[in-house]
């Protein structure tokens, strides 16, 4: 069964999927994919380069992230051209990672899309289960995590889909609100459910 993971940032999204990997999940994470398919010499990265070009790389023919960022972060239309370069590899890896697994005979496959909802790709999995937590928790996470200001923290939320909205799409949703104890009760939780009704579908 595939299953996507998502949340809003800093909702404890890395935390569930750690606690699901434990369990014996197989997890894909678009966000470690999404730095493999611009590695040098892949398709993504040639792409890339000729597009803009070799000043935005590293003395190791490394992709600059840091450079390319504030590229795109300014250019409308640099961005719409680097997405869509990177998400379609990134898609087909993730596909073709969930194929092996599935050829393995691992039956719970979780696909770790940051914006599952914004980017639409609903489609690639089977189940959504968001991980949510308060409003007030999600910005003092961020703050304390990543040194934000208020105010550049608010920013970086409001780019994203509310979590409410996340939660009121999802199959199944996980409270981080609380303790780690009680996260993992949910996810244990999950997991069973998850694992019944795969034995009913096979």
């Not at 999404?34 to 490394?62: C, H, K, M, N, T």
């Not at 992230?65 to 869509?84: C, H, M, P, S, Y």
């Not at 994203?160 to 949703?173: D, F, L, S, T």
């Amino acid at each position: 069964m595939r299953i996507g993971l998502t949340g809003s940032i800093a909702c404890g999204k890395s935390t569930v999927s750690r606690m699901l990997a434990e369990r014996g999940a197989r997890i894909i994470d678009a966000d470690v994919i999404a730095r493999e398919v611009v590695r040098p010499g892949e398709a993504a990265w040639s792409l890339i380069v000729d597009y803009f070009g070799q000043d935005i790389l590293l003395s190791d023919r490394q992709i600059d992230r840091t450079k390319l960022g504030q590229i795109v972060f300014t250019d409308e239309e640099a961005r719409r051209v680097l997405n869509g370069i990177v998400h379609p590899a990134v898609r087909s890896r993730m596909r073709e990672l969930a194929d092996e697994a599935e050829q393995e005979g691992i039956r719970l496959i979780v696909l770790d899309i940051p914006l599952l909802y914004e980017s639409k790709l609903e489609h690639m999995v089977e189940r959504i289960v968001v991980v949510s937590c308060t409003e007030e928790q999600q910005l003092a996470r961020l703050m304390a995590r990543n040194g934000f200001s208020d105010e550049e923290a608010c920013r970086r939320i409001a780019s994203q889909m509310p979590i409410a909205e996340k939660v009121a799409r999802a199959h199944n949703v996980i409270d981080n609100s609380g303790t780690l104890i009680e996260t993992e009760r949910q996810v244990d939780e999950l997991v069973k459910r998850l694992r019944i009704e795969d034995e009913q579908r096979r």
